[in-house]
């Protein structure tokens, strides 16, 4: 059974929890979705004992690695919280991407230069910070739809499902505080790391491209800016919630854009596939 696959039946078993609200169903969705979470870190595991290294180099391996992330970070909070109402909207992020590699090839090697020891530091961490904004931007619109529902003073299915919206923020910031973090923790190391590869790269093209004027480079450095913002502004500067929420699904659109189609068609310098 493919992981795309499990993915999708554990979205079932969180449809069927969010529309039932029944015991047993939360139950068999958690249960699913950390089975589903067991295999693929046996999957990666198995191609980290192959290629000894992480299998971050090629575009299957890290959106595959970006997945795993994703379904960690998530089951982290359910587990912590037992919340399972944003369950139903995580899910398809976990199936839509994980399908769209489901038939790419996996690295079966890596250069030379990316077993450096920064470089673990460098997708690892930049990996993580996205899979925390994707966490952030599915708490943001769910915390918008349950806004709208109360402003309309008609609580329905959202009010019902979904934790409260002081929760649900305190949630976001969370999040968008870790992502961030991490995210300057792989940029660091990003630099790092070409500083101490240069060497072995000399002539290789990809070179004269790792500068700032890179677009998936460009891309990681205005996603740190905005949620950077995002962070000021709601601390110091008074940012209403709801605004915080819009403010997390605008960055992970950027986020989206630079891992698919910037890393995938313009990119210059990490195509590592």
Same mark, same amino acid.
């Given at each position: 059974?493919?992981?795309?696959?499990?993915?999708?039946?554990?979205?079932?078993?969180?449809?069927?929890?969010?529309?039932?609200?029944?015991?047993?169903?939360?139950?068999?969705?958690?249960?699913?979705?950390?089975?589903?979470?067991?295999?693929?870190?046996?999957?990666?595991? !198995?191609?980290? !004992?192959?290629?000894?290294?992480?299998? !971050?180099?090629?575009?299957?391996?890290?959106?595959?690695?970006?997945?795993?992330?994703?379904?960690?970070?998530?089951?982290?909070?359910?587990?912590?919280?037992?919340?399972?109402?944003?369950?139903?909207?995580?899910?398809?992020?976990?199936?839509?991407?994980?399908?769209?590699?489901?038939?790419?090839?996996?690295?079966?090697?890596?250069?030379?230069?990316?077993?450096?020891?920064?470089?673990?530091?460098?997708?690892?961490?930049?990996?993580?910070?996205?899979?925390?904004?994707?966490?952030?931007?599915?708490?943001?619109?769910?915390?918008?739809?349950?806004?709208?529902?109360?402003?309309?003073?008609?609580?329905?299915?959202?009010?019902?499902?979904?934790?409260?919206?002081?929760?649900?923020?305190? !949630?976001?910031?969370?999040?968008?505080?870790?992502?961030?973090?991490?995210?300057?923790?792989?940029?660091?190391?990003?630099?790092?790391?070409?500083?101490?590869?240069?060497?072995?790269?000399?002539?290789?093209?990809?070179?004269?491209?790792?500068?700032?004027?890179?677009?998936?480079?460009?891309?990681?450095?205005?996603?740190?800016?905005?949620?950077?913002?995002?962070?000021?502004?709601?601390?110091?500067?008074?940012?209403?919630?709801?605004?915080?929420?819009?403010?997390?699904?605008?960055?992970?659109?950027?986020?989206?854009?630079?891992?698919?189609?910037?890393?995938?068609?313009?990119?210059?310098?990490?195509?590592?596939?």
């Amino acid at each position: 059974m493919s992981l795309a696959v499990l993915y999708a039946a554990t979205f079932g078993a969180y449809v069927w929890h969010f529309s039932s609200q029944k015991a047993l169903a939360g139950r068999i969705a958690t249960g699913l979705l950390l089975v589903s979470v067991l295999v693929h870190t046996f999957v990666l595991g !198995m191609y980290t !004992m192959d290629l000894g290294v992480p299998p !971050m180099a090629g575009r299957t391996g890290a959106v595959s690695t970006f997945v795993w992330m994703l379904a960690i970070a998530y089951l982290s909070v359910e587990l912590s919280t037992d919340e399972r109402g944003i369950g139903i909207f995580v899910t398809p992020l976990l199936v839509a991407l994980q399908g769209l590699v489901a038939h790419g090839a996996m690295p079966t090697d890596v250069p030379e230069y990316f077993r450096a020891p920064f470089v673990a530091v460098h997708v690892g961490a930049l990996l993580f910070a996205y899979a925390s904004f994707a966490l952030a931007c599915v708490i943001g619109i769910t915390y918008v739809l349950l806004f709208r529902e109360l402003k309309r003073r008609t609580p329905g299915v959202f009010f019902q499902r979904l934790p409260s919206l002081q929760v649900l923020d305190r !949630m976001n910031m969370r999040a968008v505080g870790i992502g961030w973090l991490l995210l300057t923790i792989g940029l660091v190391g990003g630099a790092v790391w070409l500083r101490d590869v240069s060497i072995h790269m000399a002539d290789d093209p990809r070179l004269p491209h790792m500068t700032i004027t890179d677009p998936k480079i460009l891309m990681a450095v205005i996603t740190w800016v905005v949620y950077g913002i995002l962070l000021g502004t709601r601390r110091w500067a008074g940012l209403t919630p709801r605004r915080a929420a819009w403010l997390s699904a605008l960055g992970f659109a950027i986020v989206l854009l630079n891992f698919l189609p910037v890393a995938y068609f313009f990119a210059r310098s990490h195509n590592f596939a």
